[in-house]
């Protein structure tokens, strides 16, 4: 087996990961239609995002080397699905004017935040060694901890002032955050080498 191969165990985790990320979109797109809010739609789709991601990691665990580069390409592509709606839904937001409510904004940063902590952790231990699909499941889940905490200020800054501006440019900084890792993501899938694979055969 090559040494990237997922174990039971480490197949659990990743399945346990991708049914955090599904309650945490369902419950932050329903806030985010509620109160209107571009960097909690953003967020809904980085949920969305791991979904994909981690059911995709399960679903290649035991595909040869070279599939697994090309599902790495797909991953890199994923990851791009939350910086282009986080774009879509700010300029949204600035065309409707407006800003979301800031308590609970804040609140359900706070609470995303500590899903994405917990597979953050939960991942961290598989993200060497297991190639480009496991690390891209891995830096999603940690890019997202940096978008929560983002939001978070947004939601303090909007306590103070009502204005749209801080939930439109934590939208925007997250659509670049996530844009850098499906970079990195593919870079990584393009320097694997299949013949490993067959010298470990």
Excluded: K, Q
Aim: hydrophobic share 60%; with cysteine; aromatic share 4%.
């Amino acid at each position: 087996m090559d040494s990237r191969d997922l174990t039971s165990s480490m197949r659990r985790i990743v399945a346990l990961v991708a049914a955090l990320n599904l309650l945490g979109m369902l419950a932050e797109a329903a806030v985010a239609a509620w109160i209107g809010s571009a960097s909690l739609f953003a967020d809904a789709a980085d949920f969305l995002e791991d979904v994909l991601i981690n059911t995709l990691v399960l679903a290649a665990a035991t595909w040869p080397l070279a599939a697994r580069r090309r599902a790495s390409y797909v991953l890199a592509g994923l990851i791009l699905l939350p910086a282009s709606a986080a774009l879509g839904v700010a300029l949204w937001r600035l065309l409707a004017g407006g800003a979301p409510e800031p308590v609970t904004l804040t609140v359900t940063g706070g609470v995303a935040m500590a899903i994405n902590i917990l597979c953050a952790l939960l991942l961290s231990r598989l993200r060497h060694g297991h190639g480009a699909l496991v690390r891209g499941a891995w830096l999603a889940a940690r890019n997202d901890v940096l978008g929560n905490l983002l939001i978070i200020a947004a939601g303090l800054v909007t306590m103070a002032w009502l204005s749209p501006w801080p939930d439109v440019v934590v939208g925007a900084v997250m659509a670049v955050v996530n844009g850098a890792a499906a970079l990195e993501v593919y870079r990584e899938a393009r320097e694997e080498n299949p013949e490993l694979e067959l010298d470990g055969d």
